[in-house]
């Protein structure tokens, strides 16, 4: 199997670090009120999103436990957001590390 899977699984590593980093301290009120804040966690969402869709589909069949569709349709980046500001603090602090903890398996288990 090719490396090029650990690109994008950095990236999506990368990108959920940044959405705990930018998001640590804030209450969910503060957070919903902060644009800044608000946009960059879209932006690492949308890369989210990107690096999920540039995954082999034999990554993601390997691992169908991941709910892979689920964060690429929040992450997308056409149109208008999928959620607002006090949905999206509760998916960056609840489901992104969620769907983080098993992609990180993903580096212990494939060896190229």
Do not use: C, N
Request: net charge neutral; aromatic share 8%.
């Amino acid at each position: 199997m090719s490396g090029e899977y650990k690109t994008h699984i950095a990236a999506i590593l990368k990108a959920a670090e940044r959405i705990e980093e930018s998001t640590r301290g804030m209450t969910k009120t503060a957070f919903a009120r902060d644009e800044a804040a608000v946009a960059g966690v879209r932006e690492e969402l949308s890369r989210i999103g990107r690096a999920v869709g540039d995954l082999s589909g034999k990554i993601r069949r390997r691992y169908p436990e991941i709910g892979w569709e689920a964060v690429a349709r929040v992450g997308r980046s056409d149109g208008e957001p999928v959620l607002d500001g006090a949905a999206l603090w509760d998916y960056a602090r609840q489901d992104v590390p969620a769907f983080v903890k098993p992609v990180r398996q993903i580096l212990f288990d494939i060896t190229d």
